[in-house]
């Protein structure tokens, strides 16, 4: 499955698969997408409020899907305005910094959010960001309770590094399954759509055909009466 090197494109087009990315100030969220959507890197001032950005992805039958990712703000004050971006989500990234430890508890609070608030099925991904760092180099990495906290929810971790871009080619692949069953959906969906329009058209024209029979009907009577009083 091949990525477009087109970063943008018509939502309107494709069928769309949102993925919402979840985490506390500072944990690399914005260099996250900014890697994965444009193959750069940048130190990020925090996001207020919330971002998003695009990306092509070419399906193995070289149908297109468009990927919006919906970056998030970390700080507190934006904590009850995340729901909003919850909506319609297809998958959620959780990140934290495996340099901060508050970070991974803030992870989880995340995950409560959107246990509780967020649409259900939703495919969840656990990124260990910063691999890169001379911290993650002497620790291990996932450490024991962060690969418990994934087994627990279902989900998995990625090591990451928006720096160098390790890893986060991976984390973004773990969705594509999501985004060939929104396809399928998409294509069902449409199949459907048009079968009605079909079965509204038979049934548009058989009410066609009955008023022109009733109309028939009509002149013939008008003009055997017409007949009878001459």
């Not at 070289?62 to 998030?72: F, P, Q, S």
């Not at 990140?95 to 508890?105: H, I, K, Q, R, T």
């Not at 609070?109 to 509780?116: S, Y």
């Not at 620790?139 to 994934?150: C, D, G």
């Amino acid at each position: 499955m091949d990525i477009s090197d087109d970063d943008f494109g018509d939502a309107g087009e494709y069928p769309v698969v949102k993925i919402v990315v979840l985490g506390s100030t500072g944990v690399g969220k914005t260099s996250i997408i900014k890697r994965y959507t444009q193959n750069i890197f940048e130190e990020c001032k925090p996001t207020i409020n919330a971002a998003y950005f695009t990306k092509k992805i070419q399906m193995e039958n070289e149908e297109t899907v468009l990927i919006c990712i919906w970056d998030t703000a970390g700080q507190e004050r934006f904590t009850s305005l995340a729901p909003l971006y919850f909506r319609q989500s297809k998958g959620a990234i959780l990140v934290y910094d495996v340099s901060n430890e508050d970070s991974f508890a803030k992870m989880q609070f995340w995950f409560r959010e959107l246990e509780q608030k967020g649409p259900e099925n939703i495919r969840i991904a656990i990124a260990a960001n910063k691999i890169d760092t001379s911290f993650a180099l002497q620790k291990q990495i996932p450490s024991i309770e962060a690969e418990k906290f994934a087994e627990k929810i279902g989900s998995q971790i990625f090591l990451t590094s928006a720096k160098t871009g390790k890893g986060v080619d991976d984390l973004f692949a773990y969705f594509y399954q999501t985004c060939q069953d929104v396809n399928l959906e998409n294509k069902q969906k449409s199949k459907k759509n048009q079968s009605k329009k079909i079965s509204e058209k038979n049934q548009s024209k058989k009410r066609n055909d009955n008023n022109i029979n009733n109309n028939n009907n009509n002149i013939d009577e008008k003009s055997k009466e017409k007949s009878n009083c001459c």
